[in-house]
């Protein structure tokens, strides 16, 4: 006899609390699609993907608006999910630029791209920006889920200092915000983030599921045997399938934990549990992401590839130049060539991230299809340091809400928080506002 299964179960072990994915035995999923356009089978899931220091905008924008045809150098590796996809191009951040407080474009960009507010200029503790787009849906929906949100990047948040022209550094390197100076830092280390979301217990007993080398898997077996007399088989099925991306995840840190340590300067401890490897680092994390919304612990998640004017080089790609460094082209070709392959390979990441998503099947479509992922930056050129015409992509489907496939041109000067509320009503939560927009963006169905 088969049971409704409850969507907050978990199978649990020592240490260990594994969230289910949406199964089919958790009965209808209809309420999501109360007040909402098209009938949506599952919850939708909301993500932000921040690259920075602008992008090579002429190979970056399609050609032409409408239905995409072939994608630009910088999209190329995208056209596996062109069809997922949405292009937005004239969406301006305008609090990102100086009005009267002088320098600091890239320290504004990051702090004004989910608030749509003008952060504070101080190097001080009395920061103050908005609160962001991200923590206005956990504030709503968070109770839904064992995590209201989920913040994770690939470089360390500076939570204090001056970074950039007399702005705190947190600005530039601290996406989310809970309240206009509550900034959220966040988490790098892989391993840090998959005790977040599959760790009950306190560090005694991870200390002793790491050290007998046992997977979460092992630990939670009798609960997993009672709960497979309970499912369809199709459900099964489908478990199995997430067991296996768990397992996958923790032998590929494994893996990362075993290989010879890079060393760091003199003085300097790398942070344990983050791999040398730049793309390993980034690959871990969507993966983390992934499991995150396929096993229904968030709804919520940002992501920082790169903190807001990063210096990073990028040897595997034969730049050797820092990235800030090389955004300052004054229009150099072989510089703009070099930019060129960062933004290639940061899109290259989304990729990978959006083709794990559409791989995975959850009811009447993919973890993709119940998804709204927005992938761009808070400046357009970086030798500009201009936030018109930002570049940002959408990716998923809302639950049917979106029409994706094209390339969308919106009126110059249409705030970009005006698309933030437009995704926050597809997560059925409404606002009069967020930060400086005038309406939600219309266009998107």
């Not at 962001?132 to 948040?157: F, K, N």
């Not at 009950?200 to 007993?205: C, I, N, R």
Request: contains cysteine; proline residues 5%.
């Amino acid at each position: 006899m088969l049971h409704q299964i409850s969507r907050r179960a978990m199978l649990r072990g020592l240490g260990t609390a594994v969230a289910l994915p949406w199964l089919e035995s958790m009965g209808s999923l209809t309420a999501w699609a109360a007040g909402t356009p098209g009938k949506r089978t599952a919850p939708n899931r909301l993500a932000f993907l921040y690259v920075p220091n602008g992008k090579d905008m002429e190979h970056w924008t399609p050609s032409a608006e409408g239905k995409l045809g072939e994608l630009p150098e910088i999209l190329s590796s995208l056209s596996p999910v062109k069809n997922d996809l949405l292009v937005l191009s004239g969406l301006t951040a305008d609090k990102a630029r100086p009005h009267g407080d002088g320098g600091g474009d890239h320290a504004r960009a990051m702090g004004a791209y989910l608030t749509g507010s003008q952060p504070r200029k101080t190097d001080g503790t009395d920061i103050r920006a908005g609160t962001s787009v991200d923590q206005l849906a956990a504030a709503r929906i968070g109770e839904q889920t064992r995590l209201p949100s989920l913040e994770i990047g690939c470089e360390a948040s500076a939570m204090a200092g001056n970074c950039d022209s007399g702005y705190s550094c947190v600005y530039s390197s601290t996406m989310s915000w809970k309240s206009p100076t509550q900034p959220l830092p966040k988490e790098v280390n892989p391993r840090m983030v998959f005790d977040r979301l599959f760790g009950s217990a306190g560090t005694a007993e991870r200390a002793h599921r790491y050290a007998s080398r046992k997977s979460v898997l092992d630990f939670i077996r009798e609960d997993t045997r009672a709960l497979a007399s309970k499912i369809t088989y199709s459900d099964r099925q489908k478990l199995g399938e997430y067991f296996t991306s768990i397992r996958e995840v923790e032998q590929r840190m494994d893996r990362v934990a075993q290989m010879p340590a890079i060393q760091p300067p003199a003085g300097v401890k790398a942070p344990e549990g983050v791999p040398g490897d730049y793309e390993e680092h980034l690959k871990l994390m969507c993966d983390m992401m992934v499991l995150a919304f396929q096993s229904d612990i968030t709804r919520v998640c940002t992501f920082v590839l790169a903190n807001e004017g990063s210096n990073k080089n990028y040897p595997a790609l034969g730049v050797r130049e820092g990235h800030h460094e090389l955004s300052h082209h004054g229009h150099d070709a072989e510089k703009i060539r070099k930019i060129r392959e960062i933004n290639k390979f940061h899109v290259s990441q989304l990729a990978y991230l959006l083709g794990k998503l559409k791989s995975i099947r959850e009811g009447d479509g993919t973890l993709l299809d119940h998804c709204m992922i927005a992938y761009g930056s808070g400046n357009s050129d970086g030798d500009r340091h201009n936030h018109d015409d930002l570049p940002l992509l959408l990716a998923g489907r809302g639950g049917g809400t979106i029409q994706s496939g094209r390339h969308i041109r919106v009126p110059k000067e249409t705030p970009i928080a005006n698309l933030w509320q437009s995704l926050l009503e597809r997560m059925d939560v409404r606002v009069p506002f967020v930060g400086d927009s005038t309406g939600a963006l219309g266009g998107l169905a």
